[in-house]
């Protein structure tokens, strides 16, 4: 009998009920931010799917007016003909052992030097930070030379181990990782030095399983960028078996200019590999992004 005289919970609180206007203008408001969602996703995905459409057909129906989104025939053999025409297997190759790697160092060196920023105390350790992180706005235009000529100088041009070299270590992914670690309490850091355990181990079996989701986002975010680079290789790597993806599909391009058809077909190759991995990385990526610390 008590709970047929209760009154609505937004009745108790003080609050007047909605109406029908604004329930109304709710929907509106709902249907209408959909509505941008769906736009937006449409704008960015309309690109992609012409590439792909475009990879398979033949070359004069590629940029045929009006635009065919569905090809008459499906030339599936683009995809079996481009790594014929080109050492793809080989710049795919040099680009997945770049980015794994580059990937692997920077979470290496990121996750242990922001554990030292956050967790261990010593004289000047709040300034060091701000310098370093302070190298992030400084162009890369700036030291580009300057890395050349080191890099040159101790014979490492034209060589994997230059690219490595000059990208295992990030400013970015320190940050990212202190500010996870930032979040996690000291006092189990602490516990863990009265227990006898080293900066080493609170850091290898503490604060590393901890922070999966950082190091998730740490990684997409480092692998999608070392895929995508162009620039750092084409100005270390000279012979064509070192060639990346990038740097081969440049190339691809410029011998053949009008092969449009071969130019999608291998623009959709080299995407594949980040959408993949995108696709079953997001839900971490996204939790690094929107958590930090401790779950209670």
């Not at 990346?244 to 594949?272: E, H, K, N, P």
Request: aromatic fraction near 14%.
């Amino acid at each position: 009998m008590t709970a047929l005289h209760e009154a609505p919970p937004a009745v108790k609180r003080g609050q007047a009920p909605a109406g029908p206007p604004e329930q109304g203008r709710r929907l509106v408001r709902m249907v209408l931010a959909y509505a941008a969602l769906v736009a937006a996703a449409v704008v960015v995905l309309l690109p992609f799917a012409w590439m792909v459409s475009s990879s398979l057909k033949r070359n004069n129906q590629v940029f045929s007016i009006p635009i065919q989104w569905i090809p008459e025939e499906f030339r599936w053999t683009n995809f079996v003909d481009i790594w014929t025409q080109i050492p793809l297997a080989t710049y795919l190759g040099n680009s997945v052992y770049l980015s794994v790697v580059i990937t692997f160092l920077q979470l290496l060196t990121g996750s242990f030097a922001a554990y030292g920023f956050s967790k261990v105390r010593f004289p000047g350790r709040d300034l060091l930070f701000l310098l370093y992180i302070a190298t992030i706005a400084v162009p890369w235009q700036a030291y580009m030379v300057p890395q050349y000529i080191i890099m040159h100088q101790a014979g490492l041009t034209n060589t994997h181990l230059s690219i490595i070299l000059l990208q295992a270590f990030s400013a970015f992914g320190v940050f990212l990782m202190r500010q996870y670690y930032m979040s996690i309490p000291d006092e189990l850091c602490e516990a863990a030095r009265i227990d006898g355990l080293s900066e080493y181990g609170i850091w290898w079996r503490i604060m590393l399983p901890l922070s999966k989701p950082a190091l998730a986002s740490l990684a997409l975010l480092t692998f999608v960028n070392t895929w995508n680079d162009y620039m750092g290789p084409f100005i270390y790597l000279t012979s064509n078996e070192l060639w990346t993806i990038q740097l081969g599909l440049r190339s691809f391009v410029g011998q053949y200019s009008a092969d449009y058809a071969m130019i999608m077909t291998g623009a959709v190759l080299s995407v594949l590999p980040i959408l993949v991995i995108f696709l079953f990385g997001q839900r971490y990526f996204i939790q690094g992004i929107a958590t930090s610390g401790l779950k209670g």
